[in-house]
Nanobody, 119 residues
Framework: QVQLVESGGGLVQSGGSLRLSCGAS????????WGWYRQAPGKQRELVASITRGSISDYADSVKGRFTIARDNAQNTVYLQMNSLEPEDTAVYYC?????????????WGQGTQVTVSS
């Protein structure tokens, strides 16, 4: 089992920045991919950014050049630095940890943190 706790959300004006943190505990050694997802009201949850065990990162087109995902192995923490925030970035952001075992994927989720960007 893996436990995830997010922090760092809040209210920010358009153009501002926030840094989300995701503290992990438990069987972290089993995790292959770390990710940040978001879900806006009335919309499906979408992948924002991910980083693999080998530190390969990927981003949704809508956040490329503005968001950066990073992992601190010593602190068992994954970060999402969000710059140049836009009202469209308003959503609940969820930390995700995935373990890949053959064709089976095991997902672990945090409780979510609200990010609100005012225009």
């Amino acid at each position: 089992q893996v436990q995830l706790v997010e922090s760092g959300g809040g209210l920010v004006q358009s153009g501002g920045s926030l840094r989300l943190s995701c503290g992990a505990s438990g069987s972290i050694r089993l995790i292959d991919v770390w990710g940040w997802y978001r879900q806006a009201p009335g919309k499906q949850r979408e992948l924002v950014a991910s980083i693999t065990r080998g530190s390969i990162s990927d981003y949704a087109d809508s956040v490329k050049g503005r968001f950066t995902i990073a992992r601190d192995n010593a602190q068992n923490t994954v970060y999402l630095q969000m710059n140049s925030l836009e009202p469209e970035d308003t959503a609940v952001y969820y930390c995700n940890a995935a373990s890949l075992r053959g064709n089976v994927r095991f997902d672990y989720w945090g409780q979510g943190t609200q990010v609100t960007v005012s225009s």
